[in-house]
């Protein structure tokens, strides 16, 4: 029997409700899933060359796999300081463990020759953008200017004065050329499209993600380029030279490494514990450019016979790995006087083709004028106007040849050579 008053019962029955029904709705809400919010994306800001380079350099694959590899390199050397007691019982560990250490100077190396490489490759590209949208923008531009001419020549045509050397088919001459300017209109939009694609690949981003981007203008021309230097940089800097030499060193050592264990029929390299043919050699062209291929140092994983015999095998590896070094610095040479051949070549055409635009649009004002007035004919119009074109593209494209030289410069000094665009400002 309930020991409650009669006179409370109704008002605990209702409190256990509303407790009760408090508990279940705690439940709901904890059973609701939370409120997502729709984020907004924030507009990307636009990216100057600087920018694109910085994320090259931390996204590029390329430059993540040389990491990779120098990060095994050093494991490896790791893994031979901790063979102590091995070291007491073998004296080729000692040699193993130089050859392991001068394999991390060639990945080290091989780290720098990816960044200049991934540099390069996103100023090119970059560039490439430049260039692209130029001839894009001169494309319409001369679309534009072909389309006001064609009124003018049917008003022309309408107005029937006897005097007016422009006709009908000087209007059709003008339609048919409208309709092939807009053909390449077309494959200079699409010139564009794929120039940004190279740079988001240069750059190492997804193939959607957005790419607004800072275009400047190509860089004036006038780069002091001192041929002895230059290559005097990039024979001190480039670490291609860096990688011929240790490898060489490591082959050195090698012969030391096969003196040892003169009772065994055969002995293991330090080819068996890293892969020295993992980097594909360059090979030569011998088509209208002169392009000598590269070599690459030569080593089996394993050296069979007398010690003797193993011995001489070895410093025959060991005499290719030195020409492989000369043979590097006659190719970066080379490379280095085509890059200031190519800059010093663009860079003249740059200066006479300047002269040539400015007297191209000249002229082409002054018979547009003429032709306004019915004074010349539609040939006459069309053959001034192709000739301004054809120089203002040829302008476009030795800027952008040189431009592509002095990043070529660049990469070849391995950043000794410091381009007008890169400077900082003062």
């Known amino acids: 029997m309930s020991t409650a008053p009669r006179a409370l019962r109704p008002w605990l029955r209702r409190l256990a409700v509303s407790y009760f029904v408090s508990i279940g709705l705690v439940s709901a809400a904890r059973a ?65 463990k130089q050859q392991a250490a001068l394999g991390i100077g ?50 022309l045509v309408k107005k029937g004065d006897p005097d007016s050397l422009v006709t009908q088919v000087d209007v059709d001459k003008l339609t048919v ?4 300017l807009e053909l ?28 607004p ?17 230059l290559i005097h940089l990039a024979l001190s800097r480039r670490g291609e030279i860096t990688q011929a030499a240790n490898a060489a060193r490591i082959a050195e050592l090698e012969v030391c490494a096969q003196n040892t264990g003169c009772l065994l029929p055969y002995k293991r390299t330090f080819a068996a514990a890293s892969d020295i043919h993992s980097k594909p050699i360059p090979q030569g062209v011998s088509n209208t450019t002169y392009r000598p291929s590269a070599i690459g140092i030569e080593m089996p994983t ?58 191209a649009v000249k002229l082409a004002d002054l018979i547009s004028s003429r032709f306004e007035s019915g004074k010349v004919t539609g040939e006459d119009y069309l053959r001034a106007r192709t000739l ?5 593209a040829q302008l476009n494209e030795a800027l952008y040849h040189y431009v592509l030289g002095l990043a070529a410069l660049e990469r070849v000094t391995a950043g000794g050579f410091v381009p007008l665009y890169r400077r900082p400002p003062p």
């Open 388 to 392: 301004e074109d054809q120089t203002q």
């Open 184 to 211: 390449r209109l077309i494959e200079a939009s699409t010139g564009v499209n794929r120039a940004t694609a190279a740079l988001r690949e240069a750059m190492g981003v997804p193939y959607d993600s957005p790419l």
């Open 302 to 359: 394993l050296m069979v016979g007398h010690k003797a015999d193993r011995v001489e095998r070895a410093r025959d590896y060991s005499a290719k790995a030195g020409a492989v070094v000369e043979k590097t610095q006659n190719l970066i040479a080379l490379e280095t006087e085509d890059a200031i051949s190519k800059s010093q070549a663009a860079s003249a055409q740059v200066k006479t083709l300047r002269e040539s635009v400015k007297k």
């Open 32 to 96: 609701q899933p939370p409120v997502v919010h729709p984020v907004v994306p924030q507009p990307a800001a636009p990216l100057t060359l600087e920018d694109c380079i910085k994320i090259g350099l931390e996204r590029q694959p390329a430059l993540a796999a040389q990491h990779a590899s120098l990060a095994a390199a050093e494991a490896q050397l790791r893994a031979l300081e901790n063979m102590r007691l091995s070291g007491l019982l073998s004296k080729e560990l000692g040699y193993r």
């Open 106 to 155: 060639v990945h080290q190396a091989g780290v720098q020759v990816a960044e200049w490489e991934t540099i390069y490759a996103v100023t090119r590209t970059y560039y490439t953008v430049v260039y692209a949208r130029r001839q894009e923008q001169l494309a319409r531009g001369l679309l534009e200017k072909l389309n006001l001419s064609k009124k003018q020549a049917q008003a």
């Open 213 to 229: 981007l800072v275009l400047s203008d190509f860089p004036p021309v006038g780069e002091d380029l001192d041929r002895d230097a």
């Open 177 to 180: 050329n409208i309709e092939l």
